[in-house]
């Protein structure tokens, strides 16, 4: 009798000993599978926030490139003074009508970034949360009233101009390109786009009173510069020299 009690107890501590040891298994299984789950999940949102940088790295870093020279060209070359001012007709449509595509352009593929970015949660990924940062600050330094009202862009205005540039195609949207904007311009009349072209023509009547916004505008898409080309890989560094406040001299070499 006692013998069959203690081969009793011994076997219910036994099952009870592999419940608990299958138990622990089963716990500890479905942490590391939540654990992997949360890695996963951590992953594909880096890999979102990469992708998202990256697919529209190079437009625009572009963009940015092309509106920062054209600023300092104006800034420190006197473009507006050699051909808006002392130019034929077609030099002076040409200053005033790319100048605006470069600022519409600029609008257009930040626009772009911004509906990729939205949807990435930003604290997953310390460079996307600095490239949003740095789109940020230069949409305040259009839209602020510290300025004169040269280049003033309210943020609904900037994006309305950006909305209005983007195209639809089968690799995914993308900003027209200068010949259609054009095209437009002689259709159409864009008010938002008409008001860049008038500041464009004030400009070359009294340079002084935009520079210190234009200033601020040509160093920030510098700071958008050496953040999506660090390197200098695709902008050589000497081309994306930032502008100082104090009038820089003229005959160096032209950027446009």
Request: charged share 25%; glycine share 6%.
């Amino acid at each position: 009798m006692q013998i069959e009690l203690v081969l009793a107890l011994i076997s219910a501590a036994v099952a009870l000993a592999s419940a608990a040891i299958a138990l622990w298994g089963q716990v500890r299984t479905t942490r590391l599978a939540a654990d992997l789950e949360g890695l996963r999940v951590t992953e594909q949102r880096r890999f979102d926030a990469e992708r998202a940088t990256a697919r529209y790295r190079e437009p625009l870093a572009r963009a940015a490139y092309d509106l920062q020279s054209r600023l300092y060209n104006i800034l420190q070359q006197n473009l507006l003074a050699v051909h808006l001012e002392r130019g034929d007709e077609r030099e002076r449509a040409y200053v005033i009508d790319n100048t605006a595509f470069l600022i519409a352009q600029y609008f257009a593929w930040t626009e772009i970034v911004r509906r990729d970015i939205q949807y990435i949660d930003l604290g997953q990924d310390e460079a996307t949360r600095r490239l949003a940062k740095i789109q940020d600050d230069l949409t305040g330094t259009f839209q602020t009233d510290r300025h004169s009202r040269l280049f003033r862009v309210f943020a609904g205005e900037q994006r309305a101009i950006g909305e209005r540039m983007i195209v639809e195609d089968a690799r995914g949207p993308s900003c027209v390109g200068y010949a259609t904007f054009l095209d437009r311009l002689a259709v159409g009349h864009d008010p938002l786009v008409e008001n860049l072209r008038t500041d464009v023509r004030a400009l070359g009547a009294d340079p002084a009173a935009a520079r210190p916004r234009l200033v601020a505008l040509q160093n920030a898409l510098v700071d958008v510069l050496d953040f999506l080309d660090p390197q200098s890989i695709r902008f050589p560094r000497e081309r994306r020299s930032k502008v100082t406040t104090v009038q820089g001299l003229v005959g160096a070499q032209s950027r446009t």
